[in-house]
T-cell receptor, first 114, second 111 residues
């Protein structure tokens, strides 16, 4: 089955620790995205990548870092510099072109930092 | 990208058609109307999009007014599994620079 996997589903960390969230896709999509969602809110874009070894900051990139060494993988690191890291993190992918906004989302990782 | 206005919540009886409105009065000529939905604690799911003409797929129909200032998403025979938050967003056709969702409409299907 083609799709996007995110792991783990729930993640708990102590304040001051960096944590990396996994995102893998087997849809052969060029573009991948990371979003953050807070309770009762919509999505906010953290980073996106349209091609391997290249990525751009979204609206709320501060305190986050990404890498795109392989087409299938786009891991997100939440660093200790992120002031309010507790949130629901969603990864998505799409083709690049006219249908770029038809994005496929993973199931999400719920991160809790205490 | 144009802003959209949606009611915060709506109810619909199971088996009936659910009609979700969206206002986008500042939409420009090259902007598409996209609809997504998000079931609680899951990732969003793409539903449908359109530019001018009405569109239909296996999930829903999208009706766009002639002046393109508003649209309606129609779920023809709503089921309990259609309970979700529905997001209407307006975007230019090209690019891969991500989505921004507002608060959407929380559709509750009543048994």
């Amino acid at each position: 089955d083609g799709g996007i996997t995110q792991s783990p589903k729930y993640l708990f960390r102590k304040e001051g620790q960096n944590v990396t969230l996994s995102c893998e896709q087997n849809l052969n999509h060029d573009a991948m995205y990371w979003y953050r969602q807070d309770p009762g809110q919509g999505l906010r874009l953290i980073y996106y990548s349209q091609i391997v070894n290249d990525f751009q900051k979204g609206d709320i990139a501060e305190g986050y870092s990404v890498s795109r060494e392989k087409k299938e993988s786009f891991p997100l690191t939440v660093t200790s510099a992120q002031k309010n890291p507790t949130a629901f993190y969603l990864c998505a992918s799409s083709i690049v072109g006219r249908s770029s906004y038809e994005q496929y989302f993973g199931p999400g990782t719920r991160l809790t930092v205490t | 990208d144009a802003k959209t206005t949606q009611p915060p919540s709506m109810d619909c009886a199971e088996g009936r058609a659910a009609n979700l409105p969206c206002n986008h009065s500042t939409i420009s000529g090259n902007e598409y109307v996209y609809w997504y939905r998000q079931i609680h604690s899951q990732g969003p799911q793409y539903i449908i999009h359109g530019l001018k003409n009405n569109e239909t797929n296996e999930m829903a129909s999208l009706i766009i007014t002639e002046d393109r200032k508003s649209s309606t998403l129609i779920l023809p025979h709503a089921t309990l599994r259609d309970t979700a938050v529905y997001y209407c967003i307006v975007l230019s056709g090209g690019g891969a620079d991500g989505l921004t969702f507002g608060k959407g409409t929380h559709l509750i299907i009543q048994p």
